[in-house]
């Protein structure tokens, strides 16, 4: 194998140009000619190819967003697109392809794989919703990002004595909503792995205010979604005033931690090395604390676990 190439796909996550830097670096680094690919599967197909030196990749890992772009793309849901996507790469002379997405970008890599193309997927999505690895690049600053947030929706919450319902991003995975309601200290946390009940947690904020709490903060998935409706069911119910907040797009944005960075950076390293060595169809991720690789098939077949033991520790510290 002598020329890769790294694309982005789906939705942008903080962290993946700290990963693009690192499959292109360590590419170069292991003797590689590296090649960029423009706006995921769309500008594959389009031949939107360029070749990257280190130079292109300077000045990139402390931004958000790709450098690369990215995009969704229908046509390579199809097998006509995906040809055409394999022979562009064939015609550009990539044997090796690092593919930084979801598991929609990672279906595609698979089907990539069995056209020839050694693929490789790294987990970049803000979502952490891939059951294969502990975490995605992308998690941790948005995590942080709504923490923040929260932290500033309870102040104004306090002072006016208001229930605070804030819906975060996370598609069908609860994992935005978990991590940062019990790190903000949420007195309710509503996923879809666990649904809820409208009538026991308008019980639970008037429990709550009984008790003497100055505001009651809701964190909401959007995979279960309609905060504004939720606000004004609330208010209606319980007779306090309530505010929805969907923090949205904001989430996808701003500079990535410094865990992200360090992961991004290990992963990127690490789909370099598989390369090398000549394996195709793995993803690369994290588990028990260290980097590992899977098939993309079992990887996806994974079923999704949900942390448990967390929302039950959320739950209890919450009153
Ligand atoms: P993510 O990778 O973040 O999950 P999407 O689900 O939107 O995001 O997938 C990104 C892109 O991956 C899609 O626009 C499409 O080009 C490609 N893709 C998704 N699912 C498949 C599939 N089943 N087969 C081939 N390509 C796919
Ligand atoms: O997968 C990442 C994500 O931000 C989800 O949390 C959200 O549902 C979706 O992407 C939003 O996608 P779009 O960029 O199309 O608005």
Redesign the pocket.
């Given at each position: 194998m002598k020329t890769i190439a790294v694309l982005t796909?789906?939705?942008d996550a903080p962290g993946m140009n700290a990963a693009i830097r690192a499959v292109v670096r360590a590419g170069l680094d292991k003797g590689f000619k590296v090649m960029g690919i423009q706006r995921?599967?769309?500008g594959l197909i389009n031949g939107e190819i360029f070749p990257m030196d280190r130079h292109n990749v300077a000045d990139i890992i402390q931004r958000g967003g790709t450098i690369l772009r990215t995009?969704?793309?229908?046509?390579?849901?199809t097998e006509e697109g995906?040809k055409r996507g394999a022979n562009i790469l064939k015609t550009f002379g990539i044997d090796g392809l690092v593919v930084i997405?979801?598991?929609?970008?990672?279906?595609?890599a698979q089907?990539l794989s069995k056209l020839g193309i050694a693929t490789i997927g790294l987990p970049g999505?803000i979502d952490n919703d891939l059951s294969y690895t502990d975490y995605t690049i992308g998690f941790d600053t948005a995590i942080n990002t709504v923490l923040d947030a929260i932290n500033k929706l309870r102040d104004t919450s306090t002072s006016h004595e208001r229930v605070s319902i804030v819906e975060v991003m996370g598609r069908n995975c609860g994992d935005i909503a978990l991590y940062t309601g019990l790190a903000g200290g949420a007195e309710s946390i509503i996923v879809p792995e666990k649904g809820y009940n409208q009538d026991e947690l308008c019980r639970t904020i008037l429990e709550g205010k009984l008790r003497g709490k100055m505001h009651n903060l809701i964190i909401l998935a959007e995979g279960i979604g309609g905060a504004e409706k939720l606000a004004k069911k609330v208010q209606d119910v319980t007779g306090i005033d309530t505010r929805a907040t969907i923090l949205g797009h904001i989430q996808r944005g701003g500079s990535p931690t410094c865990m992200d960075r360090v992961w991004a950076s290990r992963m990127g390293y690490r789909a370099v090395e598989l390369l090398q060595e000549g394996k195709s169809g793995k993803v690369v991720g994290v588990g028990n604390g260290q980097i590992i690789d899977m098939d993309i098939d079992e990887a996806l077949a994974m079923p999704r676990k949900f942390d448990e033991k967390l929302y039950e520790i959320a739950k209890a510290l919450s009153y």
């Open positions: 796909s789906g939705g995921g599967y769309s995009a969704r793309c229908e046509e390579f849901k995906r997405g979801g598991d929609g970008s990672f279906a595609g089907l999505t």
